[in-house]
């Protein structure tokens, strides 16, 4: 299979990136750092979260929405996990709503996440959808985390990723909905290049033409491979956060740093290096990695950031 | 193509990784980090060079082979760039020779390297060679340096990696020597996966059935995408640095502690999350990595080593 010609690159670390540190950086730095990100092209960032006291670092969400300038050509999104949220996020004028759905495959890591079991949490998604029908927002994008596997529960069958996936196709075709975007989150990183392709195929063949994204973290040095080999098989859609900020709050990781998501701009660096556009341009992509880098105040783990891009 | 079903991995920190390294660290840590690393399983360490006076931190290699305790199943390597280098390895008891040839594909790289071209240590090799015989060594490896590029040339075109080949190819069919692995070098992280198997696919068509490995860096975040590339084509034997130590000190990068090589451990996690076997520890790699760590007194870019092997 040839790769893609475009890739999608989502990004993510303004909201998964801050959400893991400690520290609660000023409000004008994140905001000037979503500016920068979205100077450099991406078409959607994830802004911040609507969600509990659990999550200080997402507390003023809505006043940081405030401060950012938009962008034409930049959707600035912001995540939810349950209808207050939700709602939280309509109220808030500059937020560009996406209609999602948040799945899991495990059971364990969606209790430590959302209170509730999966099979729950699969059952609320129903009253998103009324909640999404009630705003006139189309359903754009269904999330399956934890589905290459978790650190609580360990190794996660391919069914558990399918079942909330055949959930979701049931409802659109009986209800004449368009079909969704599916990703695949690696939430904890557990994939490796041959899950990835399994997975990915497996969806593909619950669902055919439906478009898989994927959603990888970097813990195990394994993402950017994930990535080849996800392009391998004409996946086109990827999300990542900046200098490879990220990781997860509840991932049973002692040395949780070490644990980020891909970088955003190794994604990008690949895909360039492989001939695949991406609409993105990378030095000012690496330089919105060294801001980022800046606001943090340590080392981030992304390498081309440091090593600075070469021309081949 | 198969993935290979066994895997050499080489590791090249004790030398690789701290000549890079600023500050000397004790000879006698160094020396259990060795017998460490060869508890492991590894089949061969490179300890250290008999190189100059302009890498001061190899100075005492030597000295290093003696405190080592030298266990069966494991070769004690090291380098060495000239005749006089490879003498004074010949003379350190514990040292298993190995021979070797040493081209480049980039003329600027080797003038600094070397103090002169590409063309020159070409000839030089066949001094090389001429000293291996009185040593009765066989030729067992000709490495190619900067086979993917380099930050003071730029590209380095498929043809000055396959001219060094070609050269070593037709002295061992005259003089009817056996033919040796040909190791391409990424020595400044200029690779991507299809270059990989580009200039892989070139070397293979050049010399049947000559078996080929790399020596990969992680300079740009491409490192371990790289290995999976050369995986997918059968590609059976791979250096790296524990921990993700090392780089080039001549690769023209401003901050040079960014750029390691691929990490050992991590080389070993890919292969076995694929199902190839090593013959290597992980768990005790990964604890070697972490002693690593512990010497050189700062967090090292391997990501396994932190958030630790899962079990799938």
Known sequence: ???????DVVEEGPREGFQMETEIFPIEERAALVNRLADTGLSKIQVG???????????DTAQ????????EGT??????LN???????????????????????????????????????????????????DANLPLETAYIMTSFGCNIQGNVPVEDVLAPILFVRDICESEGRETPKIVLGDTVGWANPETIKERVAAVRQTWPGVRVGLHLHD??????????AALQIGVDLFEGSVGGLGGCPFAGIEDAKGAGNVATEEVVFLCHSLGIETGIDLDALVDAA?????????????????????NN
């Open 64 to 71: 940081l929405f405030d401060l950012i300038r938009k962008r």
């Open 83 to 133: 209808e207050r949220g939700f709602k939280r996020a309509w109220a808030t004028p500059k937020v560009d709503l996406d209609g999602k759905l948040m799945f899991y495959s495990s059971d364990a890591f969606c209790r430590l996440n959302n209170g509730c079991g999966m099979a729950e949490m699969q059952e609320r998604q129903r009253d998103w959808l009324a909640l999404y029908d």
């Open 290 to 310: 060294l801001m980022a880098e800046r606001i943090v105040g340590r080392r981030l783990g992304g390498r081309v950031m440091h090593a600075g891009i070469r």
């Open 49 to 59: 979260a609507f969600v509990g006291s659990r999550v200080p670092q997402m507390a």
């Open 1 to 7: 299979m040839e790769f893609p010609k475009f890739v």
């Open 75 to 80: 959707r600035y999104t912001a995540l939810w």
């Open 219 to 228: 813990t195990r040095g394994l993402g950017i491979a994930n990535v080849y």
